[in-house]
């Protein structure tokens, strides 16, 4: 049973820092691999989706790798920004279950000004 | 292009009573899936809809069912409520095509059970 675990569970930083979070997963065959934020209350926001095939995404200030091997993802935020505060979320989803995707707990994320 | 859309934002039902959430895709999604989230148990998947057929299902009991209209359009229903029910109901859509499976999530339904 495909199981994903997110450490840590907060993250405070001061604003302009570089952060890593990090996601594991224990069955390495996942089909693809999504990183979102949340908003308190709000819906996910999808930030980057790698596939199985893949080995990083870059999008903007956010870059995520994909170690299937290992079972392992980070996403990286290059300078944080109070803005990006949030709660960011990993999913992974296995081939002929694409539309299940299994969540990790999510790394609560506060950048300070 | 219009995102996700779920109605109703915010509900409260009794105990025993039953429940209907809809959820549109977005414009030429096939693929609608529905998840729950509680502050226990994180994000935990429901079930998934693919062209009206009910494609994939998560662990819960028979008293949460679903259904995918010819427009994709999607509804899930909550029968016999009961306070553990109470969480944030979200849907997801996606093109479900080999190689774009990206999912697109809606607002959710907050949903409490008194």
């Known amino acids: 049973k495909q199981e994903v675990t997110q450490i840590p569970a907060a993250l405070s930083v001061p604003e302009g820092e570089n952060l890593v979070l990090n996601c594991s997963f224990t069955?390495?065959?996942?089909?693809?691999l999504q990183w979102f934020r949340q908003d308190p209350g709000k819906g996910l926001t999808s930030l980057l989706l790698?596939?199985?095939?893949?080995r990083e995404q870059t999008s903007g200030r956010l870059n995520a790798s994909l170690d299937k091997s290992s079972g392992r993802s980070t996403l990286y935020i290059a300078a944080s920004q109070p803005g990006d505060s949030a709660t960011y979320l990993c999913?992974?989803?296995?081939?002929?279950?694409?539309?299940?995707?299994?969540f990790g707990k999510g790394t609560k994320l506060s950048v300070k000004p | 292009k219009a995102g996700v859309t779920q109605t109703p934002r915010y509900l409260i039902k009794t105990r025993g009573q039953q429940v209907t959430l809809s959820c549109s895709p977005i414009?030429?999604?096939?693929?609608v899936s529905w998840y729950q989230q509680t502050p226990g148990q994180g994000l935990q998947f429901l079930f998934e809809?693919?062209?009206?057929?009910?494609?994939n299902k998560g662990n819960f009991p028979g008293r949460f069912s679903g259904r995918q209209f010819s427009n994709s359009r999607s509804e899930m229903n909550v029968s016999t409520l009961e306070l553990g029910d109470s969480a944030l109901y979200l849907c997801?859509?996606?093109?479900?095509?080999?190689?774009?499976?990206?999912?697109?999530f809606g607002p959710g339904t907050r949903l409490t059970v008194t």
């Open positions: 414009s030429g999604h096939r693929s």
């Open positions: 999913a992974v989803s296995s081939e002929g279950s694409q539309g299940n995707l299994i």
């Open positions: 997801a859509s996606s093109l479900a095509r080999a190689g774009v499976s990206e999912q697109y």
């Open positions: 790698i596939q199985s095939s893949q």
């Open positions: 069955d390495s065959a996942i089909y693809n």
């Open positions: 809809y693919f062209s009206e057929t009910q494609r």
